[in-house]
């Protein structure tokens, strides 16, 4: 008996998700009817899924695949993703140390502590794109590269405002291998695998 077997090219893209959108395509809650959609910005395969999340007010890499198991790799413990993100002051040498060694948030209404993870200052970000956050007389800001291995619900946010340096911007720059590099927001590019 023959039979025809019918081959599934799986699809994997980068996108630079912007300020402002769910990184979802369809939405099914009410309490959400207003928000903003990435179906608003690409016409894709009905079955691409978003890899991970980035909430709301959070911007950059953003992979998206029709590959489960794809997804399941890069959602895994083993993937770094690198975060750069503009903090509320000048950022302390002990509130770097606290970030690093790992500190309490909530999770799930419960007490959790963050896996160690690299933090550093970064001095330079004519990499990250300008978009207006506040005004400077409103005080000094802070960037930093947090890059961490495990993606509880806003845990970047919920660390630093833990030290007492809340996040005013976020974006996400790194995940595992793929970079956002010289993307722009809303920009979208296929990707191997």
Same mark, same amino acid.
């Given at each position: 008996?023959?039979?025809?077997?019918?081959?599934?090219?799986?699809?994997?893209?980068?996108?630079?998700?912007?300020?402002?959108?769910?990184?979802?395509?369809?939405?099914?809650?009410?309490?959400?009817?207003? $928000?903003?959609?990435?179906?608003? #910005?690409?016409?894709?395969?009905?079955?691409?899924?978003?890899?991970?999340?980035?909430?709301? $007010?959070?911007?950059?890499? #953003?992979? #998206?695949? !029709?590959?489960?198991?794809?997804?399941?790799?890069? !959602?895994?413990?083993? +993937?770094?993703?690198?975060?750069?993100?503009?903090?509320?002051?000048?950022?302390? =040498?002990?509130?770097?140390?606290?970030?690093?060694?790992?500190?309490? *948030?909530?999770?799930?209404?419960?007490?959790? +502590?963050?896996?160690?993870?690299?933090?550093?200052?970064?001095?330079?970000?004519?990499?990250? +794109?300008?978009? %207006?956050?506040?005004?400077?007389?409103?005080?000094?800001?802070?960037?930093?590269?947090?890059?961490?291995?495990?993606?509880?619900?806003?845990?970047?946010?919920?660390?630093?405002?833990?030290?007492? %340096?809340?996040?005013?911007?976020?974006?996400?720059?790194?995940?595992? =291998?793929?970079?956002? =590099? !010289?993307?722009?927001?809303?920009?979208? #590019?296929? *990707?191997?695998?």
């Amino acid at each position: 008996m023959l039979y025809n077997i019918l081959v599934v090219k799986q699809q994997y893209y980068k996108i630079y998700k912007p300020y402002g959108y769910l990184s979802q395509f369809v939405n099914h809650q009410n309490k959400r009817r207003n $928000k903003k959609l990435l179906s608003e #910005l690409y016409d894709l395969s009905v079955n691409v899924m978003a890899v991970g999340r980035l909430d709301e $007010k959070s911007e950059g890499l #953003l992979l #998206l695949t !029709t590959d489960g198991k794809f997804s399941n790799y890069i !959602t895994s413990s083993k +993937i770094e993703k690198e975060y750069h993100v503009m903090v509320d002051g000048l950022i302390t =040498d002990e509130a770097i140390l606290k970030l690093q060694s790992g500190v309490e *948030i909530s999770v799930n209404s419960k007490p959790y +502590i963050t896996k160690r993870c690299d933090v550093k200052i970064i001095r330079n970000t004519s990499h990250i +794109i300008d978009r %207006f956050v506040r005004d400077e007389r409103h005080g000094k800001t802070s960037w930093l590269s947090i890059i961490i291995t495990e993606g509880k619900f806003r845990q970047v946010r919920k660390m630093t405002a833990k030290v007492g %340096f809340p996040t005013l911007r976020l974006v996400r720059v790194r995940i595992g =291998d793929y970079k956002l =590099d !010289t993307m722009e927001p809303s920009n979208i #590019l296929p *990707i191997n695998y």
